[in-house]
């Protein structure tokens, strides 16, 4: 029997929707033009340009920093508020429930403003500490629905099995409760990571003078025109990113 | 089975909002018994055993378990161990160290628990399964690895939460005959849960039928068979029919006529010394009735009542009937112990007389709203 193409077609079709402007940044990092327009040949002057940028590794530090705190911070509370939401049936859990989930939905810039008139109305010095509060603030709820989402089909007689076992709460939680839902707690954590890492509207909002995360950064660049250095970046930023999210899967394959 | 009363709760309440799930309950079980709580769901047998495993704490009352009053503890400071209904086995960890967990959390020495884990896969034979995961393995191992390791924690009493009712038909009965023998064999307390009166007679020293929050008698199967003490009890374990009377007249010390709508006079078994015009409902289980196309009249202790067969349900063992007496429906077994196919056996409108033993029948008091609703079996 012959195959239909029309499958393949499809799937190379998506495949360059989505990959072919990467793959143009990809290229163009090597390209020894200052320009993207033509090929000039092949250089590594703008990656060993881009070691030597201290303004840049100075904001990937921080967002680093302000990606990976906001990110276990997230997570606890965001663990925390779905074990609430999932456990105890009240009155008030809809409202609570209302609570976590409008973060998600909320406009960024609005979400941006908000906290903006809220740190200076607290006489709050905007740096990175505000960055990290207004990502942790965002994060919650998306580490929430994601390990909300893992406890729908928990069995909460299994915690129970270890108290009748002789576990008091803490040794359930660590040796039973935490493992079950680590899968959950990671890929919620990751998904932290990404969103605090590359959020621009509300950061921008939120920082202050020497607190630049990378994406502010860029935009600056971008704006007082550096665009191949932000390529060979970019290209960094990617094998990472790639990097991450194959071993995240292979540690959740080994999981279960 | 004379051992002192060992584990005992002492006028036990739990309400959940408004309703009384569990109302002042006192029950004593003795030491190695297999006791068995029995009841429908939303009785409270449950929360009873939550209570004892320390989930659930009592409003008001207390749970003794060998001499000290363990109802404040914590579940895990409690020497009862629990088999859940979904067996609650901990799905990232192996067969063996599932067996394990409860001595690992002791602390004890590993070489301890790794005899002891050994001696538990022995008991259950599920050696050559020790390594795998609990998603991997049978519902039936899943059960025996559920109750290794409750008993590798040596409790004082078992719990069981209705064990077998996500199993199979074939299966259930094979782990009743299971359970049975762990229980002879590691002869601790078990404390079984159970809204199947065949479960529950066939395993237990003893049985408390609960009805609403409240426990409606305590006994051995056959006493709860043969004398129920409650028209909830007698509807709940095994069928039976109900008739309204009253009584008219005692005969001696043992026994009453009564005078029942539509019949003649009846003779009835009075061990519960009712009174003279005592309203009370008549019982008889559907297999001591005897029906036969000629009068029979055994013995002056004998009832007979003429009938009309309305519905016959050949089953090879026996044989159902439903027989019009009146406005009475009523149920009858009939064992055959002869040869059938030579007799012309009774059939769909033939006319029967439908005959019972004085002692066969016992009367149960009229009082409560609840006892309206049984007066008509369910078919």
């Known amino acids: ?256 | 089975m004379n051992a002192p009363d060992f584990l005992e709760f002492k006028n036990v309440s739990r309400h959940f909002g408004s309703i009384r799930a569990v109302d002042q309950v006192s029950l004593s079980i003795r030491k190695g018994e297999f006791f068995s709580l029995l009841g429908p769901s939303g009785c409270g047998k449950t929360t009873l055993l939550r209570i004892l495993a320390g989930f659930e704490r009592p409003d008001t009352g207390c749970v003794i378990l060998s001499g000290q009053d363990i109802t404040q503890l914590p579940p895990n400071r409690r020497k009862v161990n629990t088999i859940f209904q979904s067996y609650a086995l901990f799905p990232h960890l192996t067969v063996r160290d599932n067996i394990a967990f409860g001595l690992r959390i002791e602390k004890r020495p590993q070489r301890e628990i790794d005899h002891e884990v050994e001696r538990m896969l022995e008991l259950i034979q599920m050696k050559a399964e020790a390594g795998k995961f609990p998603d991997t393995i049978s519902g039936g191992q899943k059960q025996r690895v559920a109750i290794a390791r409750a008993l590798i924690k040596k409790p004082q009493v078992l719990l069981l939460d209705e064990p077998l009712a996500a199993l199979d038909l074939k299966l259930r009965q094979r782990m009743l005959i299971e359970l049975d023998l762990i229980h002879d064999e590691v002869g601790i307390t078990f404390l079984y849960v159970t809204h199947d009166q065949g479960e529950a007679m066939s395993l237990s020293d003893r049985i408390a039928v609960m009805n609403s929050g409240i426990i409606e008698q305590v006994g051995t199967p056959a006493e709860i068979y043969e004398a129920p003490r409650s028209s909830f009890v007698a509807a709940f374990i095994g069928d039976t029919n109900f008739f309204e009377g009253r009584v008219a007249e005692l005969i001696g010390n043992e026994y009453s006529r009564l005078v029942i709508d539509g019949f003649p006079d009846v003779t009835v078994f009075n061990d519960k010394q009712l009174a003279v015009n005592n309203l009370i409902y008549l019982s008889v289980r559907p297999e001591k009735f005897h029906i036969s196309r000629e009068r029979q009249e055994k013995s002056p202790r004998h009832n007979v009542v003429p009938g009309r067969v309305e519905e016959v349900i050949y089953q090879g063992s026996l044989t159902r009937y439903w027989v019009r007496v009146q406005e009475y429906r009523i149920a009858v077994t009939q064992q055959h112990s002869r040869f059938l196919l030579d007799e012309k056996p009774i059939t769909w409108d033939e006319n029967v007389w439908v005959s019972w033993h004085a002692d066969d029948g016992f009367m149960l008091e009229r009082y409560s709203q609840s006892d309206e609703q049984l007066v008509t079996l369910p078919e």
């Open chain 1, 1 to 256: 029997m012959k195959r239909s193409l029309v499958p393949y077609c499809v799937t190379a079709a998506i495949l360059v929707f989505f990959y072919l402007p990467i793959l143009v940044l990809v290229v163009n990092s090597f390209n020894t033009s200052r320009f993207g327009g033509s090929w000039e040949g092949f250089s590594l002057v703008w990656y060993s340009r881009l070691l030597n940028h201290r303004e840049i590794w100075h904001a990937l530090t921080n967002s680093l920093v302000i990606a990976v705190s906001s990110s276990i911070v997230s997570v606890l509370l965001g663990t925390t508020a779905a074990l609430a939401l999932h456990r105890y049936a009240t009155r008030l859990q809809k409202a609570h429930y209302m609570l976590i989930y409008t973060p998600l939905i909320m406009p960024e810039i609005l979400m941006g403003i908000s906290m903006l008139l809220f740190f200076i109305a607290a006489g709050m010095q905007l740096g990175l500490f505000t960055i990290f509060l207004a990502h942790v603030t965002f994060c919650i709820s998306f580490v929430a629905m994601v390990v909300l989402g893992r406890l729908q089909d928990f069995d909460f007689s299994i915690i129970e099995a270890a108290q009748d076992l002789g576990a008091n709460w803490w040794q359930a939680t660590w040796k039973v409760l935490v493992p079950l839902l680590m899968p959950g707690l990671v890929a919620g954590g990751l998904l932290a990571f990404t969103l605090s890492i590359d959020d621009f509207v509300i950061t921008f909002f939120v920082a202050g003078p020497g607190s630049t995360t990378l994406p502010i950064r860029i935009y600056s660049m971008i704006k007082h025109g550096s665009p191949p250095l932000i390529n060979a970046l970019s290209t960094i930023l990617l094998a990472v990113t790639f990097a991450a999210v194959y071993i995240s899967q292979h540690l959740l394959e080994d999981k279960t």
